[in-house]
T-cell receptor
């Protein structure tokens, strides 16, 4: 079946550092979505990307929809403690299913 | 504006019992999706419903699992004769009728523990 490979699985960074994570697939997606999940909560939509090549920002977050439609990245600039959590990418397939990556766990060192 | 509501937040069932999970979509949303999340995993699609219709149940096990979204009231995910492997977090998401499945808003989840 279709799969998303999300990397890295986890990151340990210092407060103030920039963060970069990505998702790749062998399949084409119509839409890329990035979610953040805090412990004990449901995922919250951060950024949605609808067109190949699209670059979208939401505050300190920037995400891009890859030209090949098979990948996407999410960058977080100047990380702060509340950025801690699990970040999921998700892709909408050609038959309108949403496939999730396994998540990138972001930890911020004191 | 109330978000997607799910209850209960936590549910403990013994093996063989039934579990009923409820989801009330956001106001004005008529599309509901159910997902299952195992520890350290992403969300796995189970079923997509509109009012009184199951649109896509390709991710839902054929036995013991069923879902409905009646004309009135919340969407229900029902698991009969639960087994330990059913222990997971179950999330529902809703989207407006005039948007594609990408505009999904998630509830806080129900954490099912089967003892």
């Amino acid at each position: 079946g279709q799969q998303l490979n999300q990397s890295p699985q986890s990151m340990f960074i210092q407060e103030g550092e920039d963060v970069s994570m990505n998702c790749t697939s062998s399949s084409i997606f119509n839409t890329w979505l990035w979610y953040k999940q805090d412990p004990g909560e449901g995922p919250v939509l951060l950024i949605a990307l609808y067109k190949a090549g699209e670059l979208t920002s939401n505050g300190r977050l920037t995400a891009q929809f890859g030209i090949t439609r098979k990948d996407s990245f999410l960058n977080i600039s100047a990380s702060i403690p509340s950025d801690v959590g699990i970040y999921f990418c998700a892709g909408q397939t050609l038959d309108d299913k949403i496939i999730f990556g396994k998540g990138t766990r972001l930890h911020i060192l004191p | 504006n109330a978000g997607v509501m799910q209850n209960p937040r936590h549910l403990v069932r013994r093996r063989g019992q039934e579990a009923r999970l409820r989801c009330s979509p956001m106001k004005g949303h008529s599309h509901v999706y159910w997902y299952r999340q195992l520890p350290e995993e992403g969300l796995k699609f189970m079923v997509y419903l509109q009012k009184e219709n199951i649109i896509d149940e390709s991710g839902m096990p054929k036995e013991r699992f069923s879902a409905e979204f009646p004309k009135e009231g919340p969407s229900i995910l029902r698991i009969q004769q639960v087994v330990r492997g059913d222990s997971a977090a179950y999330f529902c998401a809703s989207s407006p009728s005039d948007q594609g499945p990408h505009e999904q808003y998630f509830g806080p989840g129900t954490r099912l523990t089967v003892t």
